[in-house]
């Protein structure tokens, strides 16, 4: 007959504490997602329905045989409970700080939120609809919207100047999750119903 092994708990050799390698689905469901600069924390952003709600999990990775990535969610925070109430969630963007920056459609501005508790603590100026969020590492944050107001720009880069600097993205609409900074800090990427796109970007 045919010998099946029972597979032992998988245990941190560092610690001893046991764990398990299981990711919840809300990682998976069309979500935004970014992750802390110290890649100890996932958050995720629910998208394009709400009320907008964000996501904190833990990671933890071993090495060990079959252990692999193990997750925990640690806390999550509904836009129903922000005044103004966040709505219809598209991007999400941690700095090098681990500021949280959160590209909703409704407010027509870009959150800011604290990583501990989820909870806003501010916002960046914009108007309609918020779509996208990118950070760089030189303290530039950029923001971009879809379907605004004909002939006005639609991505703003803040921290360069007091005035964030504003770009256009095409005549197209910008497309949701598309605006990328280049490495260096010093270009922005964005793609919208008329194509491609870079553009320098601003000193901060």
């Not at 958050?43 to 060990?64: D, E, K, Q």
């Not at 303290?139 to 991505?155: F, H, K, Q």
Request: hydrophobic share 30%; charged share 20%.
């Amino acid at each position: 007959p045919r010998r099946f092994r029972t597979r032992p708990p998988r245990t941190d050799a560092s610690t001893g504490a046991r764990f398990t390698a299981q990711i919840n689905t809300p990682l998976f469901d069309d979500h935004a997602i970014d992750v802390s600069t110290d890649q100890r924390y996932v958050y995720t952003l629910n998208s394009s329905f709400g009320p907008s709600t964000i996501y904190r999990y833990g990671m933890r990775y071993s090495s060990l045989v079959a252990g692999g990535l193990s997750t925990a969610r640690l806390g999550e925070r509904s836009g129903a409970l922000e005044t103004p109430y966040r709505d219809h969630g598209y991007d999400i963007a941690l700095s090098s700080s681990d500021t949280i920056y959160v590209a909703a459609a409704i407010p027509y501005q870009f959150d800011t939120v604290a990583p501990d508790t989820l909870v806003r603590t501010g916002f960046l100026p914009a108007t309609y609809y918020p779509n996208n969020v990118e950070t760089c590492w030189n303290g530039l944050v950029a923001g971009g919207t879809e379907n605004g107001p004909a002939g006005v720009d639609d991505i703003w880069v803040y921290g360069a100047a007091t005035t964030p600097p504003q770009l256009d993205s095409g005549t197209g609409s910008l497309m949701r999750r598309t605006l990328k900074f280049s490495g260096d800090c010093t270009r922005l990427v964005s793609a919208s119903g008329v194509g491609l796109r870079i553009q320098n970007a601003p000193a901060p």
